[in-house]
């Protein structure tokens, strides 16, 4: 099979061959027909964030394809059967072994390109909003990077709840597609201080619940923006890692709770029942078209160089996806 490897010296992206894995007793052999493209990728091929140990060197976290070939455990899939879903590594390739209890069935309204967009965003964006926070008890959000992939499908399964009110943070050019998509509130980031924002439109009170990529710079500014038992969920560091002149006693006067997270380094067992419960709660959710996969390019994957340069430039509204032929 082809795959796209990393030049060990320059970090260059190139085609190379390999056979293919064979599935362990519960995986599957996916024939992989489109990928999604993550700031993780980008991360991985500098060589600031290894795959766990056991998972494919090559690189992609999600993609949607054919069975072809299944364990000797699997039963609940067949060969033939289109899918997508979730791996540790692997994906920008021909073949991907995918574990059987981390795929599920292709929507048949959604191409190959679409299904490769939801496993990532939308799991990443579910397991903070219902399994690290409660967002069914939340009367206001605030989403940083309301255009990314993860802000797009936080936004959407947010909306799902009635009389909940979601502010988001964006850069100009993006403001307007953020508006259009639904959001009450769009703030520029790049001109105007969200915190004195959140502040004037709350009368005060704060956000119930802070979704942030930023890390350090948005730090004390979302302690700030948070109300009364608020909830702060970092998933990504884009904004550096060291905060100075943290003030602990407004953490403590507010109640408020401050949670990291990731997927990829979750435990098999645990990503298993987070798809699991994932379908359960927002799978009809997709076949009516309330949720859908947000996708901003769609590529061939000899484009793979221009994909990833797209995302580190920041110019992306949704995904990115690759498909393979």
């Not at 949607?64 to 899918?83: A, L, R, T, Y």
């Not at 073949?95 to 679409?114: N, R, T, Y």
């Not at 009367?139 to 979601?166: C, N, R, T, W, Y």
Request: neutral net charge.
């Amino acid at each position: 099979m082809k795959y796209v490897a990393i030049h060990s010296g320059t970090k260059a992206l190139y085609f190379s061959e390999k056979p293919p894995s064979d599935p362990g007793r519960n995986e599957v052999l996916v024939k992989v027909m489109a990928f999604g493209v993550n700031r993780a990728d980008l991360l991985q091929r500098e060589g600031k964030y290894p795959p766990p140990q056991g998972a494919s060197e090559i690189l992609g976290l999600e993609c949607s394809g054919v069975i072809e070939k299944c364990g000797v455990g699997v039963k609940q899939w067949k060969v033939g059967d289109e899918v997508t879903g979730l791996v540790d590594g692997g994906a920008y390739a021909e073949f991907c072994v995918m574990d059987a209890g981390l795929i599920w069935a292709k929507p048949e309204e959604f191409s190959h390109a679409q299904a490769a967009a939801i496993p990532e965003v939308f799991l990443t964006a579910y397991q903070s909003l219902h399994w690290l926070g409660n967002i069914k008890e939340a009367e206001s959000i605030l989403i940083h990077a309301a255009a990314s992939g993860v802000g797009l499908a936080a936004f959407q399964i947010a909306k799902l709840e009635e009389d909940i009110k979601i502010f988001g943070t964006a850069s100009s050019g993006k403001v307007d597609f953020c508006k259009k998509t639904g959001y009450d509130y769009v703030i520029d980031y790049t001109s105007e201080d969200f915190s004195k924002i959140i502040e004037t439109q709350t009368s005060g009170q704060g956000v119930d619940f802070i979704l942030d990529f930023i890390g350090a710079n948005y730090f004390n500014d979302n302690i700030k923006s948070l109300s009364e038992d608020g909830i702060l969920v970092i998933l990504a560091v884009l904004g550096g890692t060291k905060v100075e002149g943290i003030n602990l006693l407004s953490i403590l006067a507010k109640r408020l709770r401050i949670q990291g997270s990731t997927l990829r380094s979750r435990s098999l067992s645990y990503k298993r029942k987070l798809v699991s419960s994932f379908h359960h709660d927002l799978g009809k959710y997709f076949l009516k078209g309330t949720l859908k996969p947000i996708v901003y390019k769609e590529l061939p994957w000899q484009e793979i160089e221009l994909a990833h340069s797209i995302m580190s430039e920041n110019r992306n509204i949704g995904k990115i996806i690759l498909t393979v032929a």
